[in-house]
Antibody
Framework: EVQLVESGGGLVQPGGSLRLSCAAS????????MHWVRQAPGEGPVWVAR????????TYADSVKGRFTISRDNAKNTLYLQVNSLRAEDTAAYHCARDLIWNQPDYWGQGTLVTVSS | QSALTQPASVSGSPGQSITISCTGTSSDIGGYNHVAWYQQHPGKVPKVLVYDVSLRPSGVSSRFSGSKSGNTASLTISGLQAEDEADYYC??????????FGGGTRLTVL
């Protein structure tokens, strides 16, 4: 069974940083592109970033470019998102998701909540 | 990176068919056959119903079907059931190699 479990969220002040993690199991993690997608309460999903199988290709949404960094450790079956210079509008649940094909995620984790507030 | 355009809400009676549209541009929906549709019930994560415009992952009911014409993709749900009441989101690969989501459509089963 595919499982994606995020952690690392929390309450942070504007300008602060967090490192989000996503532990994957139930599939060959190193064979899949992965995504981070965020969803604010009551709103729709918003794509954040993607990474290829060996971590050599990364792509970001304009709204997070230069502030967020996606990475992965295939030996640990773990996906990461380093989030810096956080803003109030970054407040959301952050989900990791496995790519089915061509930027179309199939399995999603339950998410970790990031709240940016002073 | 603009969101794709979906109607805010649609409704239908049990047994009926409904269609949800998703309009983009030639830089996303119109340029690629990589459009997916997701169903999201309250408090749950999105579930993929359709990918690559019209393909269904294993285990997804054949009542859900997708299509595309030009810059607009559509999801049709036939034989509407009470459990279909949920939010539906379209998503498309873009020319920037990003992923654009629609704003979502709330389906009400009357």
């Amino acid at each position: 069974e595919v499982q994606l479990v995020e952690s690392g969220g929390g309450l942070v002040q504007p300008g602060g940083s967090l490192r989000l993690s996503c532990a994957a199991s139930g599939f060959t993690f190193g064979s899949y592109w992965m995504h981070w997608v965020r969803q604010a309460p009551g709103e729709g999903p918003v794509w954040v970033a993607r990474i290829n199988t060996d971590g050599s290709i990364t792509t970001y949404a304009d709204s997070v470019k230069g502030r967020f960094t996606i990475s992965r450790d295939n030996a640990k079956n773990t996906l990461y998102l380093q989030v810096n210079s956080l803003r109030a509008e970054d407040t959301a649940a952050y989900h990791c998701a496995r790519d089915l094909i061509w930027n179309q995620p199939d399995y999603w984790g339950q998410g970790t909540l990031v709240t940016v507030s002073s | 990176q603009s969101a794709l355009t979906q109607p805010a809400s649609v409704s239908g009676s049990p047994g009926q068919s409904i269609t949800i549209s998703c309009t983009g541009t030639s830089s996303d929906i119109g340029g690629y056959n990589h459009v997916a549709w997701y169903q999201q019930h309250p408090g749950k994560v999105p579930k993929v119903l359709v990918y690559d415009v019209s393909l269904r992952p294993s285990g997804v009911s054949s009542r859900f079907s997708g299509s595309k014409s030009g810059n607009t993709a559509s999801l049709t749900i036939s034989g509407l059931q009470a459990e279909d009441e949920a939010d539906y989101y379209c998503a498309s690969f873009t020319s920037s190699h990003t992923l654009a989501f629609g704003g979502g459509t709330r389906l009400t089963v009357l």
